[in-house]
């Protein structure tokens, strides 16, 4: 018996077993129809198109009930009120936050996870998978997997920091401007529109180029950047709460300017900058990465999903599919995270299905 | 007023559920319903009794997280619990229309009134554009629109609410329809147009001999409006009656309980003699940035310990006056005199004891009260603010409040406001106001937004502290039978002006300001005869 087969027919008694029992039944049945369609293709023969076609199900769904597990888990685990949210989450956001915990697990023990050094020459250049190297050699001989583990780090780490100094400068601004209105709206918005006007990436290229290639450039330029469209939201959504009943009251009361921010206008805006963040998250990532490719990100022999593309892109002309595995966990940790933000941006908007 | 007794729509136990995000709750509970032909029904409830719900089932309209769980609802032979959608399209608009409490989100602001108007029989094929034009004409003729001939041909913005709401009557009429469901439409009225409004829908009605479900709260309006009454209370009939012998007889408790709300009234105080005014408002002026005269050379004065009205359409400037005092809105010219002392006239510049002094409440208890913050800390920063209470004593002084407004410390200290009713919420609002231990409290329209049975409470309420506590009020009211139950003094507002002034008992027997005199004779009465003799007497008056 295969391990394909073991791992189907488990999850079968698994499902049906479960599907008797449980209240929620559409999932359930999906699931197990998939499996018995991965079955029979099994019996039609498992080879070219239909063993893709069958490890595809397969993967889907041991990804769904890897999801179902972990948010089981998470509703076991965490305090009242946060338990409460999570049972909220569709099996997609659960899935989102298991990627997302495993990104941040493998970011925050990399080192210790991974098999060999970052920039440890240990083998000949694009030497192939062995059982010592997971998926063999780049091109300097350096091993692919630990690479990748490092990577995680530094690429989702990077993009982390930078857009996190976009919230820091957009959110402060739009807060004030809100609460101020006046000149100092009208002048922060006229700099938002300047810079919003200027392609991103030829503005990142201009800065990367006059400063250099360095790490905290890199974190500027993205801040300066992506710090408009926070500040826009931002305003846009405390505008909103600024001119309700209640800041009326606290202003009346005659509470300080930074009263009013901290207790009554962020507690309403969390929501929607949490999801923006999310959003913007990815757009980072995907810029930052797009620069390393360019050259212009993290400096070798600094691990970056982005430049690992670029530096083995070669071995895709030998049909070798080892360079995309750096992209597809960049998609991956996108998909992920819009995943988990389509679900907080459901549940703050209040709408109901 | 029917001859013919054909039922046009019989609803037999209805049930309505209703979706709270994650279960299937009842709203409505087994409810019949008959309407013959011609027959208008008023539908009547508290807030949350499935009227509207009710209404717009009776088209086989389920509203969104709404499904219909059992009974059946037959409109002249179609049963429309089990009809499909294609089916249901004929007959809406043609057969059955509907009118809703806010013309103005009703209309398409983007199209001309008549182009609206004449999209049903176009799309029915009931009438050409043009033959359904001119009856538009005719219809807008009968319910005494201004201009009938040119109404039509304005966007929905360039009319006033009333006339919208009457154009949106006509709307309905345009088909000829056998049924219209009428949905408060003039509770978002001011009193002297809602009259008007109601003349006419009860004339185009009883012209066309069209049936009419007619759902409100008000229970003066129903009287008005209906040849039967069926009263409702969380989903569940509790009486239908003609409505001669449902105003003289009621059977139920909950019905009589609802008509003896209007009869609340306090013991009117007298004005202490040769006492100083407490807050004195001197000629002010205002304006919103630069614009014209909001307010022009209002005075008044408000006397320790006593309730002055100000009432008024919107905008005769009873709020701005408000804005004023406080101090958001600093009056162009004029003075403001609390306790003898002049306020400065921002409230920026105001001591925090002048600010803690003056208290505001709102009409709209929802944005009043900000939805991320607890209980114990909205009611809690006044004091800690200006009382410096920490600790220990906060929560004490927390606790105090709540039950000084009558909630249970112990189940509301920790709610967030969403958590609570209307009533309870307005009462936070209250509680707020007073833990700053203020001496004077504007009130801004805060009973407008409840349901008579609640803000009756809050009236009562109010009226307790103020014994307790020494306090004065400025009640800001468009509802004089709100002003009948509290004040003291009342004071009358038209376009910015102060029209007439005195104690409440003055104010209500004539001779009075023909403004005054208006508002009084609107106020809609529970006699059922009451509006046709209001406009025979207007009609005699003007020609």
Sequence with gaps: MSIHEIVLALSLVGFFGYAL??????????????????????????????????????????????????????????????????????????????????????????????????????????????????????????????????????????????????????????????????????????????????????FALLLLSILGPKWWVLIIAVGIIYAPRVFRLTRAVAGNIVVMDYIEAAKLRGEKNSYLIRKEILPNVTAPLVAEFGLEFCFVFLLIAGLSFLGLGLQPPTADWGSMVRENATLITYQDSTPLIPAAAIALLTISVNFVVDWVLFRSSGLKE | MSSENEIILDIKGLKIDGFTGEQWLPIVKGVNLQ?????????????????????????????????????????????????????????WGAKIAYVAQSAAASFNPAHKIIDQHTEAPTHHNLFSKSDSESDAVDLYNRLKLPDPDQIGFRYP???????????????????????????????????????????????????????????????????????????????????????????????????????????????????????????????????????????????????????????????????????CITGLLPPSTGKILLDGKELPSNFRDRSKDQLRQTQMIYQMAD???????????????????????????????????????????GEYRDRLPPELSGGQKQRIGIARALAANPSFIICDEITSALDQLVAEGILKLLDRLQNELDLTYMFITHDLATVRAIADEVVVMQNGKVVEQGPKTEMFTPPHHPYTDLLLSSIVEMDPNWLTTVIEKREGTSS
């Design chain 2, 35 to 91: 309407l013959n032909k011609g027959e208008v029904l008023g539908l009547i409830g508290e807030s949350g009794a499935g009227k509207s719900t009710i209404g717009a089932a009776s088209m086989g309209f389920s509203r969104d997280g709404t499904r219909v769980s059992g009974g059946t609802i037959n409109f002249m032979g179609t049963e429309l619990t089990t009809a499909s959608e294609s089916q249901k399209r004929k007959l």
């Design chain 1, 21 to 202: 029992v449980s209240k929620k039944r559409d999932f359930v049945w999906i699931s197990s129809i998939g499996i018995l369609l991965t079955l029979w293709l099994k019996f039609l023969g498992w080879t070219g198109t239909l063993q893709f076609f069958g490890i595809l199900i397969e993967v889907i769904i041991v990804s769904a009930i890897l999801s179902y597990l972990y948010r089981s888990f998470l509703i076991l685990v965490l305090p009242e009120k946060l338990s409460k949210e999570v049972s909220t989450a569709p099996l997609t956001a659960a899935f989102g936050l298991l990627m997302i915990t495993i990104y941040a697990f493998v970011g925050i023990f990399g080192p210790a996870l991974a098999p060999y050094g970052e920039a440890e020459v240990i083998a000949d250049a694009f030497a192939f998978r062995n059982e010592e190297m997971l998926l063999g050699a780049d091109q300097i001989g350096r091993d692919f997997f630990s690479r990748l583990i490092y990577g995680t780090r530094n690429t989702v780490g990077l993009a982390l920091a930078a857009t996190l100094a976009a919230f820091v400068v957009g959110t402060i601004g739009g807060l004030l401007a809100a609460t101020q209105g006046g000149r100092l709206d009208q002048i922060m918005g006229r700099i938002a529109d300047v810079i919003m006007s200027i392609p991103s990436l030829i």
């Design chain 2, 367 to 409: 944005t009043a009260l900000n939805p991320k913050v607890k209980v114990k800390e909205i009611i809690g920063r006044p004091a800690e603010f200006y009382e410096g209470f920490i600790g220990k004593d906060l929560d004490n002084r927390v606790d105090e409040l709540l039950e000084l407004i009558e909630m249970d410390p």
């Design chain 2, 157 to 323: 913005h360039q009319v006033s609410g009333g006339q919208l709401q009457r154009a949106m009557t006509a709307m309905a009429m345009s088909c000829r329809p056998d049924l219209i469901i009428f949905d408060e439409p003039t509770t978002a009225l001011d009193v002297t147009t809602q009259i008007e409004v109601l003349a006419s829908i009860r004339d185009i009605v009883d012209q066309f001999g069209t049936a009419a479900i007619y759902i409100t709260h008000d229970l003066a309006v129903v009287a008005q409006m209906a040849d039967k009454i069926k009263v409702l209370l969380k989903g569940e009939e509790v009486e239908e009656a003609p409505t001669e012998r449902m105003m003289k007889s009621p059977k139920e408790e909950y019905t009589k309980s609802l008509w003896a709300v209007r009869s609340h009234q306090r013991k009117q105080k007298t004005r202490p003699e040769n006492s100083d005014a407490f807050l004195s408002i001197n000629s002010i002026d205002a304006s919103y940035s630069n614009g014209p005269k909001v307010l022009d050379a209002v005075s008044f004065d408000i006397y320790k310990g006593t309730t002055v009205a100000v009432v008024g359409e919107s905008g005769s400037g009873k709020s701005t006056a408000a804005r």
